[in-house]
């Protein structure tokens, strides 16, 4: 016995048992949260599948806008830059489950060259002056857009006057973004592109498919997209 070896290789040494707990807490943690949905592969997918899921815009037939259409805002660009339409800026920090799984407000907009009609990019015209759903849309008449049910949460375009506080992280000019309130804050209006002719134009059908200025009423200033103020994002899909 003097001369037995007391080591071998097989010899477990240190907080083996401590160790052997914890991986076994941590794959546990992770087998939890893998059936609740919580992974952040799990809420990409998610966010994937739902915010690029086909949508079917309106059709027009008297070549008109009107209220209850489903639309989507374009800017056309220039020499320099493509077009891009307006879209929801959301990640999977965006994301709730209550009462069901959807984006969650406020929550941001931007540009994207994605120019598909989609949940991220599809909005409805909704009426705020009592005007029936079908009615056509007029020029310097006041209205909502809301993105699409589900989701997307029907949530409203919104803005108010730029503060120290409260601005876009880029431009610091004001800021837009998407909330469940409709108030007045979300209250737009479409003006005739050409400066000469919008009092001509005022209280005109808004044909679809053809360059205006949307103008948010609290302000008065027109929604526009800065082609020098990238967001980069490490999602291809945003």
Not at 51 to 69: C, E
Not at 125 to 144: N, R
Request: hydrophobic share 40%; net charge neutral.
């Amino acid at each position: 016995m003097a001369h037995a070896r007391t080591y071998r290789t097989k010899v477990k040494v240190g907080n083996w048992n401590e160790d052997l707990r914890l991986e076994e807490d941590a794959m546990k943690e992770y087998l939890e949260r893998k059936e609740r949905g919580e992974l952040a592969a799990q809420k990409v997918d998610l966010l994937k599948h739902n915010i690029l899921r086909p949508v079917n815009l309106a059709v027009t037939k008297d070549g008109g806008l009107h209220f209850g259409d489903v639309v989507m805002l374009v800017n056309m660009g220039g020499e320099n830059r493509e077009s891009s339409a307006l879209s929801i800026n959301a990640d999977i920090n965006s994301l709730t489950k209550i009462p069901s799984p959807g984006i969650q407000a406020p929550c941001g907009v931007s540009a994207g060259r994605g120019i598909h009609p989609c949940t991220r990019t599809a909005f409805i015209i909704t009426s705020v002056d009592g005007s029936p759903e079908g009615s056509t849309l007029h020029f310097e008449q006041s209205f909502a857009l809301k993105t699409t049910s589900g989701f997307a949460r029907g949530l409203y375009l919104t803005s108010d006057l730029q503060s120290f506080q409260k601005c876009a992280k880029k431009s610091r000019l004001q800021e837009v973004n998407l909330n469940d309130e409709g108030c007045f804050l979300s209250w737009w209006k479409v003006v005739q592109f050409d400066p000469q002719e919008r009092l001509e134009y005022e209280g005109r059908p808004v044909t679809a498919n053809v360059k205006v200025l949307l103008i948010h009423c609290k302000t008065n200033q027109a929604l526009a997209v800065l082609g020098d103020q990238v967001i980069w994002y490490f999602l291809f899909f945003l």
